[in-house]
């Protein structure tokens, strides 16, 4: 077993709360146990351009409360060339760097799997999406955070509704997973959700807004950005055909999802997370993603996150039928 000295985090993908708080536990770790960390700026990016910094105790300060991620993040297309992984694994050599870290999702997990697997480097993944559709996983750093933002927005948007007795279509973040809507429609009291996962009879649902306007309710309808309709703007154009738009508003809450200080649950679980990684390199072990799993801390093959995700709780959408009865 190789000794780890030398061990470098780096953030990819969507940012998402709790990303600094996993920073933090990566490098403080490190400074219990004597090993020298190292931040990678720009995902990475910055492996392949040399841009690693050296990071200590006092360098993840007060960092833990704050959203976003302080070494930056992006999506590196060039990092499928061979030729650019050839570069970032000399970059990483002349460091002497002997073990990498991961906050991101699926596709920054296969990037780094095959980056481990050509040039030998330990690698630990840890979940960083929003979005909730890791395999492997119960949880991701900064669900709960989006999940709240998004609470508190429908909220505030249903104040709105209530007052004018119209109809809100919220369209919420997921790419092509409905995990994020159909967990906030339950926890809102959304009368009805829109997710890839659903195939939707749009017949069923025009006839639904249809009562909630005759009767003079207001109702709020989650929309994943990814639905199979296409979104909260293509929902709307298709329900205005039966002159419904008087009564009818979208709001596309996009990025102020990722944003903000992380709640309790991404703290925690970052922290837990970091500093788990962190000791799986020190025990010698590569190509691992750190999860929960019915409450637990669980160490899997990273492969694990390439398989289709499937959602648990898809028995949510009975209960908001049945809760909106009108």
Same mark, same amino acid.
């Given at each position: 077993?190789?000794?780890?000295?030398?061990?470098?985090?780096?953030?990819?993908?969507?940012?998402?709360?709790?990303?600094?708080?996993?920073?933090?536990?990566?490098?403080?770790?490190?400074?219990?146990?004597? %090993?020298?960390?190292?931040?990678?700026?720009?995902?990475?990016?910055?492996?392949?351009?040399?841009?690693? @910094?050296?990071?200590?105790?006092?360098?993840?300060?007060? *960092?833990?409360?704050?959203?976003?991620? !302080?070494?930056?993040?992006?999506?590196?297309?060039?990092?499928?060339?061979?030729?650019?992984?050839?570069?970032?694994?000399?970059?990483?050599?002349?460091?002497?760097?002997?073990?990498?870290?991961? @906050?991101?999702?699926?596709?920054?997990?296969?990037?780094?799997?095959?980056?481990? +697997?050509?040039?030998? *480097?330990?690698? *630990?993944?840890?979940?960083?999406?929003?979005d909730n559709d890791i395999s492997g996983t119960d949880y991701s750093i900064g669900f709960d955070t989006a999940m709240n933002?998004?609470?508190?927005?429908?909220?505030?948007?249903?104040?709105?509704?209530?007052?004018?007795?119209?109809?809100?279509?919220? +369209?919420?973040?997921?790419?092509?997973?409905?995990?994020?809507?159909?967990?906030?429609?339950?926890?809102?009291?959304?009368?009805? =959700?829109?997710?890839?996962?659903?195939?939707?009879?749009?017949?069923?649902?025009?006839?639904? !807004?249809?009562?909630?306007?005759?009767?003079?309710?207001?109702?709020?309808?989650? =929309?994943?950005?990814?639905?199979? =309709?296409?979104?909260?703007?293509?929902?709307?154009?298709?329900?205005?055909?039966?002159?419904?738009?008087?009564?009818?508003?979208?709001?596309? %809450?996009?990025?102020?999802?990722?944003?903000?200080?992380?709640?309790?649950?991404?703290?925690?679980?970052?922290?837990?997370?970091?500093?788990?990684?962190?000791?799986?390199? *020190?025990?010698?072990?590569?190509?691992?993603?750190?999860?929960?799993?019915?409450?637990?801390?669980?160490?899997?093959? @990273?492969? =694990?996150?390439?398989?289709?995700?499937?959602?648990?709780?898809?028995?949510y959408l009975k209960l908001i039928r049945k809760l909106s009865v009108y």
């Amino acid at each position: 077993m190789v000794k780890v000295q030398n061990i470098a985090v780096l953030t990819s993908g969507g940012d998402s709360p709790g990303m600094n708080a996993c920073i933090r536990a990566v490098v403080r770790s490190c400074v219990y146990h004597k %090993l020298n960390a190292f931040g990678v700026v720009d995902g990475f990016n910055g492996l392949i351009n040399d841009n690693l @910094i050296p990071m200590g105790y006092d360098d993840v300060s007060n *960092i833990l409360q704050r959203g976003g991620t !302080i070494l930056g993040t992006a999506r590196c297309k060039e990092f499928h060339d061979p030729a650019f992984r050839k570069t970032a694994f000399e970059n990483l050599k002349k460091r002497n760097i002997d073990g990498l870290v991961i @906050i991101g999702g699926d596709g920054s997990f296969k990037g780094a799997a095959i980056f481990s +697997e050509e040039y030998n *480097i330990p690698v *630990i993944g840890i979940p960083g999406s929003i979005d909730n559709d890791i395999s492997g996983t119960d949880y991701s750093i900064g669900f709960d955070t989006a999940m709240n933002t998004i609470i508190h927005a429908v909220d505030n948007i249903r104040d709105t509704a209530s007052s004018h007795h119209r109809v809100f279509l919220v +369209e919420v973040m997921g790419n092509n997973s409905g995990v994020l809507a159909l967990n906030t429609a339950v926890s809102s009291g959304a009368e009805e =959700v829109f997710m890839p996962e659903k195939k939707e009879d749009l017949l069923e649902i025009k006839e639904k !807004i249809d009562r909630a306007v005759h009767a003079n309710k207001s109702s709020i309808i989650i =929309v994943s950005e990814g639905d199979q =309709v296409g979104g909260a703007k293509e929902v709307f154009n298709y329900l205005q055909e039966f002159g419904l738009a008087d009564k009818l508003r979208v709001s596309i %809450l996009g990025h102020i999802q990722r944003g903000g200080s992380p709640s309790y649950l991404d703290r925690l679980y970052a922290t837990l997370f970091g500093e788990q990684a962190v000791a799986c390199l *020190i025990q010698g072990r590569s190509n691992l993603m750190i999860g929960v799993l019915d409450g637990q801390v669980v160490v899997s093959d @990273i492969s =694990v996150s390439q398989k289709p995700y499937e959602i648990k709780n898809m028995h949510y959408l009975k209960l908001i039928r049945k809760l909106s009865v009108y």
